[in-house]
C-alpha cells in the first residue's frame, strides 16, 4: 500500500469544507482524519457529512493526536500566523490558505517557527498547481509569444453580507482575498519580484474593507502587472499576458471548475480578430487535489516543497507595498 499522509484541518470555514477537504479526499496522498472547531457539534456535523473519523471542540485537541501529520488551516486571515505557529510548535506540518498573513513582518515569524520545528510550511494558492498554469508558463519559457512583457488580470465576485469574514477587518477585503491572487500569478508568470507597486483601494464605509482595489505593478526590465480586483461587483475573472509576438487568456484563472475542462487561448497576434488564435484544452481536475497531493508528496519525502514560505512572504511584501501606496498615493517599493 502507497505511503499517505494523515491530515487534520482548523476549522470549518465554507473552503475547507466544501472545496479543499473533499478535493483532498479524493489525492493519492493525502486523506484527511480529522477536523477541528470551537464548537464540538459543528466538528462532528461536518466530519459527519465529509466521512472523517475525528472531530474535536477545539484546534488544540486536533493538534495534540499524534496521529495527525499535517494541518490545513484555513482560518480567518488574522489567525493564520498564530494557529500555524502552533501547530509547527505540536510538530505538524502546515499548509495554510492565503493570505498568509496581514503584512510581511508578520509572515516573517514563520521562517524561525519552520527553522524550529523542522516541519514544512507553505501558502495554499492552489492555481500553481493547475495544469492551465503550467503550461501557459511553459508557452512563455519556450519563447512562443516573444518575451512576457505585461499582464493585464481582473477579478471579482458579489458579497455584501456583512457577517461574512470577507468583509470584515482586519482581515477582510478585495486586496488581501483576491488580490493577491493577481500579484502571485504575475511573479509565477514573469518569474521574478516586483521593483515598485502604485495602487488604489475604494473602502465600503460600512465594513472598513477595502471593495475595489487597483494596481500597476512593475517589474524588472519594463514589465508590468494592472490589476482590478472587487467584492461588489458582477463576478469575473479573466487573465491576458502579451508578449511580444502573441499573447496568453487564461478563461477562467483563478476558480478553475473541477468538473469541466477548462482552456487558454494562445495568439499569434496576426489580427485582432482571433486569426491566429489557437485554444489548448485541459481535462478536468481539480487544483486543490493537486495541491494537496503536491504538499503530501513533500511531506513524505518524495519531492521538493515547490514554494516554501519565503515565497509567501515575497508575496506579502508586495500587498503591503499596495497598501502603502493607496495612503501614500505614491510609488512604493516591496
Known amino acids: 500500500m502507497a505511503k499517505t499522509v494523515s491530515w487534520g484541518v482548523l476549522g470549518v470555514a465554507n473552503i475547507g469544507v466544501k472545496q479543499v477537504i473533499p478535493a483532498m479526499q479524493r489525492g493519492e496522498v493525502s486523506r484527511v482524519e480529522a477536523i477541528a472547531s470551537r464548537d464540538l457539534a459543528r466538528a462532528r456535523r461536518a466530519a459527519d457529512a465529509l466521512g472523517i ?17 499535517a ?3 484555513p482560518l480567518p486571515n ?69 518575451q512576457a512583457r505585461a499582464i493585464q488580470t481582473f477579478f471579482s465576485y458579489h458579497l455584501t453580507d456583512p457577517a461574512n469574514i ?31 507597486v502604485v495602487a488604489a483601494l475604494d473602502v465600503d464605509p460600512a465594513f472598513g474593507v477595502d471593495r475595489a482595489a487597483s494596481a500597476l505593478i512593475e517589474f524588472p526590465g519594463g514589465r508590468a502587472l ?55 484544452t485541459f481535462a478536468v481536475c481539480d487544483q486543490y487535489t493537486l495541491q494537496g ?22 508575496n506579502m511584501r508586495v500587498i503591503d507595498a499596495a497598501f502603502r501606496s493607496a495612503r501614500s498615493g505614491g510609488w512604493e517599493r516591496p
Not at 79 to 92: C, D, N, Q, S, Y
Not at 172 to 193: H, K, W
Open 53 to 69: 473519523a475525528k472531530a474535536y471542540g477545539s484546534y488544540d485537541e486536533l493538534l495534540a493526536d499524534p496521529a495527525i501529520e
Open 293 to 314: 497531493d503536491a504538499f503530501s508528496r513533500a511531506v513524505l519525502g518524495e519531492a521538493p516543497l515547490a514554494y516554501p514560505i519565503e515565497d509567501a512572504i515575497a
Open 166 to 196: 470577507r468583509n470584515q477587518p482586519p482581515g477582510g477585503g478585495a486586496l488581501y482575498d483576491i488580490g493577491c491572487y493577481a500579484i502571485n500569478t504575475a511573479r509565477y508568470v514573469f518569474a521574478a519580484e516586483p521593483t515598485r
Open 78 to 146: 488574522d489567525l493564520h500566523v498564530p494557529w500555524t505557529i502552533r501547530a509547527l510548535e505540536a510538530g505538524k506540518h502546515v499548509l495554510c490558505e492565503k493570505p498568509i498573513a496581514l503584512d510581511a513582518v508578520e509572515a516573517e515569524t514563520l521562517i524561525a517557527a519552520r527553522n524550529r520545528a523542522g516541519r514544512l510550511v507553505a501558502e495554499a494558492f492552489m492555481v500553481r498547481h493547475h495544469p492551465q498554469w503550467k503550461r501557459a508558463r511553459e508557452i512563455i519559457k519556450s519563447g512562443a509569444i516573444g
Open 226 to 280: 494592472t490589476f482590478a480586483c472587487a467584492t461588489q461587483v458582477a463576478p469575473h475573472q479573466r487573465v491576458t499576458i502579451v508578449g511580444e509576438t502573441g499573447r496568453i487568456e487564461v478563461a477562467i484563472p483563478f476558480n478553475a471548475p473541477n468538473d469541466r475542462p477548462t482552456r487558454i487561448v494562445v495568439d499569434s497576434g496576426v489580427d485582432l480578430v482571433g486569426g491566429g488564435a489557437r485554444v489548448e
Open 71 to 73: 494541518i490545513y488551516n
